[in-house]
């Protein structure tokens, strides 16, 4: 990588083969969301100069380097991701195969069990407490400010609302979230909205 000049992989074979990887991975992704940018003509669409997509795509170069033991490859990649886009997510975090980035700037997505169908908006952060992480099931929206620490774990179809901090809480499926630590308050999710996210 050109931001790292450091002489390692000099004939760009580890940037081939997680290039290929990540871009297959975004088209399984983009396959099955729904939102305006990720398609074309019905067929999934990759466009770098989209930020959102490009901050999915650095994920992936680095997780891929990761998963194929060049560490350093995949320090290099999250390391940019977080120059370019402003969104910590470690290689070693496994996010799901199908999730979905909103103007993800200051977001950290720590070591957490993930499922397929995330949303994820800006500034959120997911993390631990005392060792324990939190367990979030499938079509979780977390939006702008959301907090999920600890012993959490998230039902399915829930939304974790604007500057909302769960921790070491548990939410059943089909939530709304509002509210802090001390005070939480759930109310049945019936916001077609943030469902329509993926296909």
Not at 52 to 73: C, I, N, P, T
Request: aromatic fraction near 12%.
């Amino acid at each position: 990588m050109h931001a790292f000049p450091d002489g390692l992989d000099p004939d760009g074979r580890m940037a081939v083969r997680v290039v290929g990887d990540a871009l297959d991975a975004a088209e399984h992704c983009f396959t099955r969301i729904a939102v305006k940018y990720f398609s074309r003509q019905g067929k999934p669409a990759f466009n770098h100069l989209n930020s959102d997509q490009y901050a999915m795509f650095l994920y992936w170069v680095s997780r891929f380097a990761f998963e194929r033991g060049d560490e350093v490859f995949a320090e290099k990649a999250y390391c940019l991701n977080k120059m370019m886009h402003g969104v910590d997510v470690l290689y070693e975090i496994q996010l799901p195969r199908v999730f979905f980035f909103s103007h993800v700037v200051g977001t950290v997505l720590g070591r957490a069990r993930y499922s397929d169908y995330l949303s994820v908006y800006q500034g959120v952060t997911v993390g631990g407490n005392e060792g324990i992480y939190p367990v979030l099931g499938e079509y979780v929206t977390l939006l702008t400010g959301a907090t999920v620490i600890g012993k959490s774990q998230i039902g399915s179809h829930t939304i974790i609302s604007a500057h909302t901090m769960v921790r070491d809480h548990d939410v059943g499926e089909n939530r709304i979230v509002v509210g802090g630590n001390s005070v939480i308050v759930e109310r049945p999710n019936t916001n077609v909205r943030y469902r329509a996210t993926f296909k």
